[in-house]
């Protein structure tokens, strides 16, 4: 469930053994904002949500955009847990303002699970992501553009849109979603059009399960407008 800062910061750390080390979420929000921070990044805005009562930890953070006007703002997703089940895992995208649409480019990078030096390593880690974000966004932008002079027809959306479900990109759910939004919201029917409505359908999941299909839909989408 989606919940506030404090909440998250309320779920008691477990305690350390001598094979697992956890990572609290404050240690995690801090390093994050941190290296947000020294990276010259502004957070504007912040997403978390709980899971497996408060064991299982998911966030967001938009950073602020250096023009007013952008459509995009830069996105930094993280995600931790205190019962084993989930190593630390970063992934950087972009925000489409118009709609609040995560799109995250890449793989989610995950370390190894909480043992000895974890904290060590997840340092490297969230640096190497947080680097990572101008590149991310970048790679967005350019394709974004590209997305926007490629022509959908309805028959290729009913096309894609029955291929991503046989091939689990999406979820029965999903489709009757999509089909509406492609029907009722957009008019010139582009490939960053459909796109669009591929993540309003798939944000109606938990940060979880969305972060990850969002990830796994956007570059099954790229790659098949062949923008890789």
């Known amino acids: 469930m989606f919940t506030n800062l404090n909440e998250v910061l309320s779920v008691p750390v477990p305690a350390q053994t001598d094979s697992y080390i956890p990572v609290s979420n404050k240690h995690l929000i801090d390093s994050v904002k941190s290296h947000l921070s020294s990276n010259g990044l502004i957070v504007c805005n912040e997403q978390y949500e709980l899971s497996k009562n408060?064991?299982?930890?998911?966030?967001?953070?938009?950073?602020?955009?250096?023009?007013?006007?952008?459509?995009?703002?830069?996105?930094?997703?993280?995600?931790?847990?205190?019962?084993?089940?989930?190593?630390?895992?970063?992934?950087?995208?972009?925000?489409?303002?118009?709609?609040?649409?995560?799109?995250?480019?890449?793989?989610?990078?995950?370390?190894?699970?909480?043992?000895?030096?974890?904290?060590?390593?997840?340092?490297?880690?969230?640096?190497?992501?947080?680097?990572?974000?101008?590149?991310?966004?970048?790679?967005?932008?350019?394709?974004?553009?590209?997305?926007?002079?490629?022509?959908?027809?309805?028959?290729?959306?009913?096309?894609?849109?029955?291929?991503?479900?046989?091939?689990?990109?999406?979820?029965?759910?999903?489709?009757?979603?999509i089909r509406k939004e492609w029907k009722d919201t957009y008019t010139n029917k582009t490939a960053w059009d459909f796109c669009q409505c591929i993540t309003e359908a798939l944000k109606k999941h938990n940060v979880r399960n969305g972060m990850n299909m969002i990830t796994q839909s956007y570059n099954y989408l790229i790659q098949h407008f062949s923008l890789n």
């Not at 966004?137 to 009913?158: C, G, L, T």
């Not at 479900?165 to 489709?175: E, L, P, Q, S």
């Open 54 to 177: 408060g064991l299982q930890m998911f966030g967001s953070m938009s950073i602020s955009a250096n023009n007013a006007n952008a459509e995009m703002v830069k996105e930094f997703g993280f995600r931790n847990s205190y019962d084993k089940s989930l190593p630390v895992g970063f992934v950087s995208g972009s925000k489409v303002l118009v709609c609040s649409n995560l799109m995250f480019r890449g793989d989610i990078i995950l370390m190894r699970k909480h043992t000895l030096n974890v904290y060590g390593d997840f340092e490297k880690l969230l640096s190497q992501a947080v680097s990572g974000i101008n590149t991310q966004f970048d790679s967005i932008q350019v394709e974004y553009e590209k997305m926007n002079r490629i022509p959908v027809s309805d028959i290729e959306a009913a096309h894609l849109t029955g291929e991503m479900y046989f091939k689990n990109r999406i979820k029965d759910t999903h489709v009757s979603i």
